[in-house]
């Protein structure tokens, strides 16, 4: 089993930053890729990014050069770095690690005001 937990969510204005935290714990060791999604209200939950155990990383085309995943696997952590923040960014974001299954976070709102 795998616990992940979600921080630093808020509300911000349009250009402004966040930073999202999401710290595993369990049986850590099995994790493999972990990463960020995000469900806005009437919408399907949709990839943000993800990182490989290694660091390789993928984005979504539309936080492409705003936003930014990194992983401290000596802490059991990744980040999601967001810059440039847009009200369409608005929506709840989960951290997700994949091991033999799929393990979720709670969730973390953010919310992007024009």
């Known amino acids: 089993q795998v616990q992940l937990v979600e921080s630093g969510g808020g509300l911000v204005q349009a250009g402004g930053s966040l930073r999202l935290s999401c710290i595993a714990s369990g049986n850590i060791l099995a994790i493999g890729t972990m990463g960020w999604y995000r469900q806005a209200p009437g919408r399907q939950r949709e990839l943000v990014a993800t990182?490989?155990?290694?660091?390789?990383?993928t984005y979504a085309d539309s936080v492409k050069g705003r936003f930014t995943v990194s992983r401290d696997n000596t802490k059991n952590t990744v980040y999601l770095e967001m810059n440039s923040l847009k009200p369409e960014d608005t929506a709840v974001y989960y951290c997700?690690?994949?091991?033999?299954?799929?393990?979720w976070g709670q969730g973390t709102q953010v919310t992007v005001s024009s």
């Open positions: 990182v490989s155990r290694g660091g390789s990383t």
């Open positions: 997700n690690a994949i091991s033999r299954t799929t393990y």
